[in-house]
C-alpha cells in the first residue's frame, strides 16, 4: 500500500492525472481500515464515489467511533458518519442487544446502510 501512495504523491504533486487515477484505483482494491481510506481520500481529493462501502462498514460498525477516528475523518466526515449512523440505529435499532434490534436480515440491514450512506453523503455533498 506504501508504494501505491508514494505514487499517489508524486502523481499529485507533478499533476499527472493519469497516474493518480491509476494509483486511485490499485488503492481502491486493497484492503485498507475504512477510516485510513477515507483520510486518504480526503487528503488527495480523490473520487468520494468510491468510499461507500467505506462509510458503510463505519456505519455498520456496532462499538462507538473513536476520538482517533473523528480526528482521522475530519469534522465534516464524522458528522455525516455519525448521522448515518444515528438514521440507521433509528431504522433497525441497535446491534449490541436483541431487545431494540429489529427482525433484519443481514442483507437488508446492508442495504439500509446503504441507501443511508447514499442519502447523506449524497445529499450534502450537493450544497
Known amino acids: 500500500?506504501?508504494?501505491?501512495?508514494?505514487?499517489?504523491?508524486?502523481?499529485t504533486g507533478f499533476q499527472m492525472e493519469t497516474i493518480r487515477?491509476?494509483?486511485?484505483?490499485?488503492l481502491d482494491r486493497l484492503p485498507i481500515d475504512p477510516v485510513r481510506k477515507i483520510a486518504i481520500w480526503e487528503e488527495y481529493q480523490l473520487d468520494p464515489e468510491l468510499l461507500k462501502d467505506a462509510y458503510v462498514?463505519?456505519?455498520?460498525?456496532?462499538?462507538?467511533?473513536t476520538m482517533s477516528m473523528a480526528v482521522s475523518l475530519g469534522i465534516k466526515n464524522f458528522t455525516k458518519?455519525?448521522?448515518?449512523?444515528?438514521?440507521?440505529?433509528?431504522k433497525v435499532g441497535c446491534s449490541s442487544c436483541d431487545t431494540c434490534r429489529k427482525n433484519v436480515t443481514?442483507?437488508?440491514?446492508?442495504?439500509?446502510?446503504?441507501d443511508i450512506?447514499?442519502?447523506?453523503?449524497?445529499?450534502?455533498s450537493k450544497h
Open 81 to 90: 458518519l455519525t448521522a448515518c449512523r444515528d438514521y440507521y440505529r433509528q
Open 57 to 65: 462498514t463505519l456505519c455498520l460498525r456496532p462499538d462507538p467511533l
Open 21 to 26: 487515477k491509476l494509483a486511485m484505483n490499485e
Open 106 to 114: 443481514r442483507a437488508e440491514s446492508e442495504r439500509i446502510a446503504k
Open 1 to 11: 500500500m506504501e508504494d501505491y501512495l508514494s505514487v499517489l504523491k508524486l502523481a
Open 117 to 124: 450512506v447514499a442519502g447523506v453523503f449524497t445529499k450534502s
